[in-house]
């Protein structure tokens, strides 16, 4: 059980004004379109002590994934203020928390064609505390590659997270803690982490393209890498030369930045965290908290 009173927001057909509400009180119908077709899109977002860490370019990205799944969310604009009253009714502003923020094109009959207008799209948002994943940030995590199954729009943040699963799962079972996907021999990402590489002092990381999701920590990694003056290349790494690199890293959200160790149980350079990740995890924080909204 939570100790927190997970208070969430749901506005839906059935909910058309808007509800904040304890998550075991909120009821979706199995008319949704998410749960059909995963017909929707979502948006990850943490707050540092209570502040909500690049919510603009969270809403932006979210919104591109609105726009070119073609749903049309009324309350796009008020979702910073939902966030905010959310924080507040869990008590979580003081805390480091997670906000998971899904919308769908709503309840309908099922029917692949679109719901006829005026029917509403489904908002859902929740909040959870987190803690920061120390073991995996300290020791580094070892990966897996799997063949990238996805679909050719990986842009777009869809929660249809079915080759995700499976491939996350795969890494599990195979004792790794993330699955690296690989299309037309290059490695695109993690199931939840943009992936960067480190050869002769260059950092490596896959170019923005409809093969990765573009990371909200990639951006403030590479802004990182910019005031340090590192060098940075936006090549993709291929699975043949991956074992080749000095250092390897993934970013995410949630995990910030978190060195690979292994990949296919073979060592990244000297199968400990390289040094310029080293670096990149220290003043990666240290960024973040500087560049904060307020
Ligand atoms: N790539 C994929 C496929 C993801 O699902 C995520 C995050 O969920 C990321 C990359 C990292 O994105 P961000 O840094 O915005 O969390």
Redesign the pocket.
């Known amino acids: 059980m939570n100790n927190y009173p997970d208070f969430c927001y749901i506005r839906s057909s059935d909910y058309p004004a808007g509800a904040i509400l304890p998550r075991t009180q909120v009821r979706i119908s199995p008319d949704d379109r998410g749960f059909y077709f995963a017909d929707g899109v979502y948006e990850?977002v943490r707050t540092y002590a209570g502040k909500l860490f690049r919510m603009t370019e969270h809403l932006q990205r979210f919104q591109r994934s609105l726009q070119a799944v073609r749903i049309n969310l009324p309350d796009r604009h008020n979702l910073k203020q939902i966030c905010t009253e959310l924080l507040q009714r869990n008590d979580l502003k003081e805390n480091d928390a997670f906000f998971y923020i899904q919308a769908t094109r709503g309840t309908a009959p099922r029917n692949l064609l679109f719901p006829a207008p005026p029917t509403l799209p489904t908002l859902y948002v929740s909040v959870t505390p987190i803690t920061p994943p120390v073991r995996e940030q300290s020791t580094g995590i070892r990966v897996i590659t799997v063949p990238d199954i996805r679909w050719q729009r990986?842009d777009i943040k869809s929660i249809g997270l079915l080759a995700?699963v499976l491939a996350r799962q795969s890494a599990a079972d195979a004792g790794a803690e993330e699955a690296l996907f690989v299309r037309n021999g290059l490695i695109t990402?993690?199931?939840?982490?943009?992936l960067f590489g480190v050869k002769d002092g260059i950092i490596l990381t896959h170019p923005l393209n409809n093969h990765?999701?573009p990371?909200?920590?990639?951006i403030v990694l590479l802004e990182l890498c910019q005031r340090l003056k590192l060098p940075v290349q936006e090549t993709a790494i291929s699975a043949d030369s991956v074992y080749e690199l000095d250092e390897l890293f993934v970013?995410?959200?949630t995990w910030e930045v978190v060195p690979v160790i292994a990949v296919n149980n073979r060592p990244i350079g000297n199968g400990q965290p390289g040094p310029l990740t080293r670096h990149l995890q220290a003043k990666f924080r240290e960024h973040c908290l500087a560049t904060i909204e307020h």
Do not use: K, Q, Y
Request: charged content about 10%; glycine content about 12%; proline content about 0%.
């Open positions: 990850a990986c995700s990402e993690g199931t939840h982490t943009n990765i999701l990371g909200v920590t990639r970013t995410s959200t």
